[in-house]
């Protein structure tokens, strides 16, 4: 496996249109494992495969989930842990491959997320998508899946779909907003 470099913006790439997967071979399956790797690294919840250079329609995503399995770990922060309501068990990983994914109706209702991208560093904002929708793609051997997906899955998918379109978050916000955050990106590269 390998992490690969990750394209940012404003790099021209990011706004291609990337082609449908065909072929479900070991050099797809090679992709995806370093695409996750990529994505842990970095860390981020989701990544598209254009982002790291390559214009096809596959995306990873993982929004991790608490461990049944595993004992809460004593956190020595003061709080009273028997009555916080937090959930001190360790993080597990739930990998999701997305291949060819295409959203099938996006509910009327939406939601705001502050989202981020890791083609677009340390930069966050609202945006209002669908809080629901159903989703159909295909596996690594190539059949196809569908589900209904909400809340941050829903978003997330969302996200990761228009980067398959060429799309990122600061796309959906005002010429102002973009622009600043542009600004930003470029002044913090500047400034390494
Ligand atoms: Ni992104």
Redesign the pocket.
Known sequence: MAILPIIEAPDARLKQISAPVTVFDDALKTLVADMFETMYDAPGI?L?AI?VGVPARLVVVDLMEPDEDAAPEPVDDGHDHENCGHDHRPMKKVPRVFINPEILDPSEEFSVYSEG????PDIYADVERPEACRLRWQDLDGVVHEEAMEGLMATCIQ??ID?LEGI??IDHLSRLKRNMALKKLEKARKMG
């Open positions: 989701g598209a982002q991208c890791l083609s677009v996200h990761e980067h990122l978050f």
